[in-house]
């Protein structure tokens, strides 16, 4: 089948579940994006508390069930927003908001524990926008042998090169884009999650903006030293991590040793996002890959305090730049990539990375509703 443009919008909600992003796109054929408007649709408070409930597990099957229900309703409100205003696309990919991932393979009596979920029923999607609805791109990684992510790995390998593409939202993330080695990625561990917490426990803020509140505090060298001891910073790529191991109890138990001002808790967790980054960066790629920039998006890219920290880590040679430096949203870079994912999934194009993802092959990943 012979490619064509398709307008496509992206849909997803992260773990920092703020809101859920809805991009409008045009795919082409040479795999290049074009983002014609996007938006940030707030979650009404009652389902965004209930997302946190199930963050948490403390939401019982019943909420579940209704929960991947009531998600679907807000991601094709979130669609015909755009739809109003641009009209009905050719396809709408959906990447859910996942409500848990468990990447390692344990197992019980021979069967794999491995799994992942991701809420927001697209027959809802499909019936209440009328378009035919792409999703559960992580499902069929993990059947072949994958973490189901990271996934906007494959979209970084056809817009850059020679660049890390770091990614910090709830979780950070980076993409390995290299002329001299395969693209891989993985989850470089704590983005803002903990960085969020403690905005809202301790300001009464939902995040920190441009990281005004890191930048008027001090590092506290030794709370800092604490936080990089966590297994996961060493752990051997490819891996992947979410709030299932950076949760509600996992950072009250860290502030139990933190310092007693709030604004020397944030700049120390400004500097913890960086330096796990930056580490990252030495121990499992300096040596592998060619580099010349790393490139900066999602939500962490406009904190000051972060992006300061990392600049000041990484060496002279290699480039600080964000998406927009690429013409790509740093808001929107995420729904685009699943917008690509999807327009793979219509053409038949494989559009996972083993290499970053841990799968055995290569293969053609999303369900289609119509």
Known sequence: MERESKKIIGLMSGTSCDSIDAGYCIIKPDLSAELIKGINYPYPEFVRELIFKAFRGEIN????????????????LAANELIKELGKPDYISSHGQTVYHYPKDDKIEGLSLKSTLQIGENSIIAKKTGCSVISNFREKDIAYGGEGAPLVCFADSVWFKNSLVQNIGGISNVTVVSNNHKT????????????????DKFFNKKYDKNGEIALSGKVDETWLQKLLQDEYYSKLPPKTTGREHFSKDYIEKALYSAPNDPKDIMATLAMLCAKTICNAYRDFIFDKAYIENVVLGGGGAYNKAIVKNIRNDLPEKIALKTHEDYGISNNYKEVMAFALLGYCRIYNIPNNIPEATGANEAVVLGKLVL
């Open 61 to 76: 099957i019943k909420e579940l069930c209704q929960l991947n229900f009531i998600v679907g309703e807000c991601f094709a």
């Open 184 to 199: 891989f990625g993985f989850d470089t561990g704590c983005g803002n999650i903990m960085l969020d917490y403690c905005a």
